[in-house]
């Protein structure tokens, strides 16, 4: 009788494992979908053209002002499902399309780089005047960089976007930071995924000089440019 009650029980935990895992595997592939072919690729696009449009004309004001391009260069991108799983599983959450949408803020994205670090402040603020663009949270990992010596200006938006013959807000993190900060963050980002072991904590240490020397060079620069600005 035991031994029945056993295999009874075992066959429920498995019944319900194969259920768990048919689950987990559907929500994988309805988050897959819905971040691929769904309106939100279509709204992600309309609220990135919106951005990108708004830095345009951003930096023809300040070209006006000044005499020079503030903002260099302009990328977009929509966040790709692996990178959006891996951030969910990093976070603990579950790969479902609504917590992705709540919880992360860079599943849309701009970044611009900027000449001098007082443009990214110029540009930032000129940002916060738009009617159609909030800012909901504002992270400066220039004046407080992370440990790890990354800089860059991080702000949390919400666009407002014309969709279905309403306006819907539309939650877009928009990066600001100098070609330096740019460069360091890129390599940063290549040998994250190679360095490991002992000379982890070295390399750490050396790319934390190398972050260093990478705000004091953009400094450096800035004084230069204020005493032409001078002359």
Known sequence: M???ITVRDDRRFIYRRIG????????????????????????????ISLLLTKL??????????????????????????????????KKGLDLDFDIAVEKINDLIGVRAICAYVDDIYKVASLIERQKDIRIIKTKDYIREPKKSGYQSLHLILEAAISFQSETQWIKIELQLRTAAMDYWASLDHQLRYKRGGKEAQLIDEELQQCAAVISSLDQKMLKIRKKIDKI
């Open 2 to 4: 035991n031994s029945y």
């Open 56 to 89: 345009d004309i951003i930096n023809t004001i300040l070209m006006m002002e000044n005499g020079r391009s503030a903002i260099q260069q302009k990328t977009a991108r929509l966040k790709e499902y692996e990178s959006v799983c891996k951030k969910l599983e």
């Open 20 to 47: 768990d895992e048919k689950q987990k595997v559907k929500k994988q592939e309805q988050l897959k979908k819905m971040l691929t072919h769904s309106e939100f690729t279509l709204k992600g696009n309309c609220a």
